[in-house]
């Protein structure tokens, strides 16, 4: 397919409305406080939009109409059949508006329209077609038990179920959550990060016009508040968040001191990537090591951002990473040939360059190190890499969530699994070897969510679980798995005389 220009985003973009109210019970409404919060492209600093900064009296508007929709089963009540076809309804209108959406995801989080248009939208619509399909096909059981009873055992959606979701995939990371719990009957209420609310808030109109019942699907956006509302809310039951390992922390204690909502969460990462003597083609393990940390611009939970190397191919693997890399580069996000685009805000660009700076103390800059193109305004930082000497240092223990690769050499496979199981996380992990028992006695010992052998980031079909092991989190996205976060397991034990 022929991409398109530059100059069409930008007149796209120079005409787009940008809606920033709360979606609630099938209408946009402002905050009842009537408070907005800027949202602002960090491609160049500008304002993008003034947005409704929700409160208690929105979470509570939309929690109820959620809960009202539940009750009154306008949604819950249909035929799996029938909500199959409405939420099919709702994916190919996100296939529809493809080229709004992506630009909104663009402007709003600094994401490669190259990216946007082909994994983030996409991915959205295809993880609704992919529940919606599937719901119509999951039935329940019925179980051995005594003669004289009959012993089903069936899920039923949970409820009001909020999806708390971070900014570095929002429509992405948003569909994954919604769309199972949709699919399984329950109502939602989504809360967007307040760095890239605006795809999500879009979807709303789309979800009104596939057909999606009002109060079946809520959007409030807010700035810092609407998130520890939800989690404390007696009224949600359930909370499905995706972010950060310390919040993820507050809100399993916000769900104990309120009602024991179930709570999910998908947390950080630092994510080894194993490169072993025998790897077959390290071109290929190069590219893929460069793409595992810079895609994105390393605002990744799986960020391959500890790549852990055997010493006999150090130096010549490296060369070629160090070329893999500079193939990122930073640049115009709306330009369909940039393939780096700007970091989400001024304040985790700080963050990131104070982990490059921990960097330059500790270990040895082998590419990059700095922030670029300041003049635009946005937040641009080069692809980074350090040579890590001490096994405790700072940048290969903590989650930067930005393009900074830490290499850690080792002479053993025994030692490259210690290495990479001394974290507190367990999101993914890779390794590369030509050896089939060392690969699958390797992928065996690794504790992760997610083992990448011979590939990194491969897999973008709905088949696969998707989470953490570790202080990444519970439970899993995607897959028919996923429906079991959204339903609860009911046993009806049934007397026959
Ligand atoms: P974050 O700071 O933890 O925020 C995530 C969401 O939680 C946002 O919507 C945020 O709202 C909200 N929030 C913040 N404080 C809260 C509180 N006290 N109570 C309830 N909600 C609260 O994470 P982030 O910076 O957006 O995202 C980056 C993190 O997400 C990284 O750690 C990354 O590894 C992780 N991540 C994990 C996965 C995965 O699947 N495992 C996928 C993607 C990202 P505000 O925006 O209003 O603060
Ligand atoms: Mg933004």
Known sequence: MEKKSLEYWQNLAASLHIEGRAFIDGEYRDAASGNTFDCVNPSDGTLLAKIADSGEADV???????????????????NPRKRKSILLRWAGLIRAHMDELALLETLDAGKPISDTTSVDVPGAAYCVEWFAEAIDKVGGEVVPSDHHLVGLVT???????????????????????????????????????????LAAIRLGQL????????????????????????????????????????????????????????????????????????CADLDRAANSAAGA????????????????????????????????????????????????????????????LGYIEAGRKEAKLLLGGERVDQASG???????????????????REEIFGPVLSVITFDTAEEAVRIANDSDYGLGAAVWTSDL?????????????????????????????????????????????????YTELKSTLVRLR
């Open 293 to 352: 940390i810079f895609y994105n611009m390393g605002e990744m939970c799986t960020a391959g951002s500890r790549l852990l190397v055997q010493r006999e191919i150090k130096d010549k693997f490296l060369d070629k990473v160090v070329a893999a890399a500079r193939a990122y580069k930073p640049g115009n996000p709306l330009d369909p040939v940039t393939s780096m685009g700007a970091i989400i805000d001024e304040v985790q660009l700080e963050r990131v």
């Open 60 to 78: 509570n508007a939309a929690v109820a109409a959620a809960r009202h929709a539940f009750e009154t089963r306008v949604w819950a009540g249909l």
């Open 437 to 485: 028992t060392t690969a699958h006695e390797m992928s065996r010992s690794l504790r992760a969510g997610t083992v990448w052998v011979n590939c990194y980031d491969e897999g973008g079909d709905m088949n696969f679980p998707f989470g953490g092991y570790k202080q990444s989190g519970n439970g899993r996205d995607k897959s028919l798995h996923a429906l079991e976060k």
């Open 155 to 197: 899920r039923e959606p949970i409820g009001v179920v909020a999806a708390v979701v971070p900014w570095n995939f929002p429509i992405l990371m948003a569909s994954w959550k919604f769309a199972p719990a949709l699919a399984a009957g329950n109502s939602v209420v989504l809360k967007p990060s307040e760095k890239s609310p």
């Open 207 to 278: 979800a009104l016009e596939a057909g999606i019942p009002a109060g079946v699907f809520n959007v409030v956006p807010g700035a810092g508040g609407p998130g520890k509302l939800l989690a404390l809310h007696e009224d949600v039951d359930c909370l499905a968040f995706t972010g950060s390992t310390n919040v993820g922390k507050l809100i399993m204690q916000y769900a104990g001191q309120s009602n024991l909502k179930r709570v999910w969460l998908e947390l950080g990462g630092k994510s080894p990537n194993i490169v072993m003597a025998d």
């Open 378 to 396: 946005g937040y641009y930082i080069e692809p980074t890499i350090f040579d890590i000497t001490s096994s405790d240092a700072k940048i290969a």
